[in-house]
């Protein structure tokens, strides 16, 4: 069974650097690309970091009842796809999740045993900060983003950890120690016993 590893964070805490940088460093992880019925931003490709599907696809989809976890942010549907689950213990992988808190809290209702982790940006000013250098968004966006992190951020206890990610190359080793720290918990250990024992 793979362990599920769902990761959540405010717009601009560096969630999709720290994910990006996981997925480079850490073997045997497999990263659930969600659906979004929202446009593509800059150079986003469809099918890496998103599946972008129209509004009436996703809600077909959602009568289908393909959808592990779903939720409307800013007007836009977001959702996890069933199938990369199967898929990931096919290949025996662990599952990456890059979801917000409605998400997280849905799936966690379903699997109970899915590690959380909350990304946090080190204040207000510094997450203002990143969200105004992206360049991306309008000044009544950027107002509506820190007042859903201020939201976000009151469901902190409900994670397994909380990251606060000052210095990405610090943020980036944690991460990865937390993911092979779990692996090694959840690893049987009558499986690595056994053998030794057998030696004696």
Not at 75 to 89: F, M, P, V
């Amino acid at each position: 069974m793979s362990t599920v590893f769902i990761i959540s964070a405010p717009s601009g805490s560096g969630k999709s650097t720290l994910v990006a940088r996981l997925l480079d460093t850490v073997p045997d992880l497999m990263f659930s690309v969600s659906y979004t019925t929202r446009t593509p931003r800059g150079a986003e490709v469809n099918g890496k970091g998103y599946h972008f599907v129209s509004r009436e696809e996703f809600e077909a989809m959602l009568a289908r009842d393909e959808f592990l976890e779903w939720a409307e942010v800013f007007g836009n549907y977001y959702g996890t796809h069933r199938s990369i689950l199967d898929e990931a213990c096919a290949q025996g992988k662990d599952l990456v999740l890059d979801i917000d808190v409605q998400g997280a809290r849905q799936l966690k209702k379903k699997i109970s045993e899915a590690v959380t982790i909350f990304v946090l940006a080190p204040s207000r000013q510094v997450l203002e900060q990143r969200l105004r250098s992206r360049g991306e968004d309008r000044e009544e966006v950027i107002m509506r983003r820190l007042k859903e992190a201020a939201d976000e951020i009151r469901n902190y206890e409900d994670y397994d950890y909380v990251l606060i990610n000052r210095i990405l190359a610090e943020a980036e080793a944690t991460l990865s120690a937390i993911v092979r720290a779990e692996r090694v918990r959840r690893t049987r250990i009558e499986d690595q016993i056994r053998p030794i024992l057998e030696t004696f």
